[in-house]
């Protein structure tokens, strides 16, 4: 079981071996890594509102230079082997046989690696597993922390800090977070012999000690801002911004746009809670059935006791809600992986229920199988032939600013990733929608300064090069004052921006729809044009015509 579930992992994220433009998301991970290998700060040098430590996690990774491709989707496979393990780990302290507790891990591995945004170094497959190793931590203690005050606080120490590792990657786990401190505030409080007093205190210095534990990777980050005097980059990123990025829903004035919307929230709840809520809800007919039977024979208590098995309901429970709140009505399935731990768990429980209690691991199984055959079929053949197309485009040395594309082209050579026309690099930051008042700027002034320093090279989507058509993402919301929404953009701005791109630039390079989606352009200043905007160790230059 240990070497058959490492194969799989690296079976599904074989096609990503060696692929310069994994899904756009792990690409900026990869470059905001090598940015801070340059002395750059996330938020201040460039901006994303994920934590710091996903950025320093991709760190080490690029030090493989031009073999961090490789590199990428091993430690992924890794990360994603360690938690296939916890999860066939934990299934059999539940007693189950070696086949359920190896198809939960086999599951858990093929459903993580399904679609092309959830492979390849997804943050998901990073800190998921560490999750599950606080999970398992808790079941292979369990008999001890409900009868030892000692190990349980040792062992609240170790949950609550591999917790704040997993916040300092991503902070969609802020849910499970909350989850394991209220399990372990709960087994505090019925540690047995004590007095009311004494579970009170108990009850209050675990939480104390384990949430300070838990925010201690977040504090030391937060002080080495501070230190920098940098603490409010830090904080409009992790707190402040949050809130504004889904107010581009709000500011939709028509009735199609909010049923779009939430018709496509109602799709991706139904889809998750196909495959993966499907346990979940057997396990609650279950116990709600026990409850009634108590309840009939005047059993006390009515409620189940928190034992292991109910603990790991009650986090499918969690998960499966955390997954659909996050997926929302957009199409981002990799938020989807945080419900698969729990579920495949479940399903490995209900493994001997005849025929009918194999459902639950069959059933993603089957589905999901062809989907990740399919992604590792999607040759990056093209995509390598695209990287050496595109170094030998960016051959004079110069500053590059993408708006949009379904790929990200900084880090291809030394000096594009060493130069930052804005810090908002994301591909689409300053065009989806949902970040029109998430930013804190104008994004139509940011883009059109960001020309109007003359850049050597622009890299926009075919579509947002013309300023009249809707983003290849398809929002679900349109908003009516976006960027894009060319009745609201000043007519002599959008003449400007439009001025500059076909009288000062050339394009170079077309690149056609692929499994990203979309079209996108790459520009280069109009021969004889010298760019305001240079790298550091780069004069500037007059641009030279692309030899042929």
């Not at 460039?46 to 493989?64: E, M, N, S, T």
């Not at 990428?72 to 507790?101: E, H, K, M």
Request: hydrophobic content about 45%.
């Amino acid at each position: 079981m240990f070497l058959a579930l490492g194969i799989i992992s690296l079976l599904c994220e074989a096609a990503a071996i060696g692929n310069p433009f994994p899904f756009s998301e792990q690409q900026y991970y990869l470059y905001g890594g090598g940015q801070i290998l340059q002395h750059q700060m996330p938020y201040v040098d460039f901006w994303d509102r994920k934590p710091v430590g996903l950025f320093l996690l991709f760190a080490p990774i690029h030090l493989f230079g031009p073999y961090r491709f490789y590199a990428l989707p091993l430690i992924a496979a890794l990360f994603l082997w360690c938690g296939a393990l916890a999860v066939s780990r934990i299934a059999t302290l539940f007693s189950c046989r070696a086949f359920p507790s190896f198809l939960a891990g086999a599951v858990y591995l093929i459903g993580s690696n399904a679609f092309p945004d959830e492979t390849g170094g997804q943050a998901e497959q990073f800190y998921i597993p560490i999750i599950l190793f606080a999970v398992l931590l808790m079941i292979e203690t369990w008999p001890r922390i409900t009868n030892t005050r000692s190990v349980l606080i040792k062992t609240g120490i170790g949950v609550m800090f591999l917790m704040g590792v997993a916040l300092e990657i991503k902070t969609s786990c802020a849910w499970d977070a909350v989850f394991l401190m209220i399990s372990l505030l709960l087994i505090a409080v019925c540690q047995p012999d004590l007095s009311f007093q004494k579970r009170s205190l108990l009850f209050l210095g675990c939480g104390a000690l384990w949430g300070f534990i838990a925010a201690l990777p977040t504090l030391l980050i937060m002080g080495y801002y501070v230190w920098h005097s940098a603490l409010y980059d830090w904080t409009w990123a992790n707190i402040l911004n949050h809130h504004l990025r889904s107010k581009a829903i709000g500011h939709s004035t028509t009735f199609f746009d909010y049923h779009h919307y939430y018709l496509n929230y109602l799709k991706h709840a139904g889809e998750t809670c196909l495959f993966w809520g499907l346990p979940v809800f057997y396990f609650t007919y279950h116990f709600i059935d026990i409850g009634l039977a108590k309840y009939h024979s005047k059993e006390r208590p009515l409620v189940p006791s928190l034992t292991p098995s109910f603990f790991i309901f009650a986090w499918g429970w969690v998960s499966l809600i955390a997954s659909i709140q996050l997926r929302g009505g957009y199409a981002a399935v990799h938020y989807t992986m945080a419900c698969m731990p729990a579920a495949v768990i479940l399903g490995a429980l209900l493994w001997p229920k005849e025929i009918f209690g194999k459902i639950f691991l069959l059933l993603p199984l089957l589905y999901f199988t062809p989907h990740a055959i399919l992604t590792n079929c999607l040759s990056h053949k093209e995509e390598t032939k695209l990287e050496q197309t595109v170094t030998q485009l960016l051959q004079q040395p110069g500053c590059l600013f993408q708006l949009s594309g379904s790929y990200l082209f900084y880090d291809l050579t030394s000096a594009t990733s060493q130069c930052r026309v804005n810090k908002f690099l994301l591909s689409g930051m300053l065009t989806s929608p949902e970040e029109q008042f998430a930013l804190g700027i104008n994004r139509e002034d940011q883009f059109l300064g960001d020309l109007q320093k003359y850049p050597l090279y622009v890299v926009i989507d075919s579509c947002d090069e013309r300023l009249n058509c809707k983003s290849r993402f398809k929002p679900q919301v349109e908003v009516k004052d976006g960027l894009w929404s060319t009745d609201t953009i000043p007519a002599q701005k959008r003449y400007d921006i439009q001025e500059i791109l076909t009288r000062d630039y050339v394009p170079l390079y077309q690149g056609k729809h692929n499994k990203q989606g979309g079209d996108y352009v790459l520009y280069k200043l109009r021969p004889g044009l010298i760019p305001k905007i240079t790298p550091g160790n780069v004069k500037a230059e007059p641009s030279k015509a692309i030899k042929a």
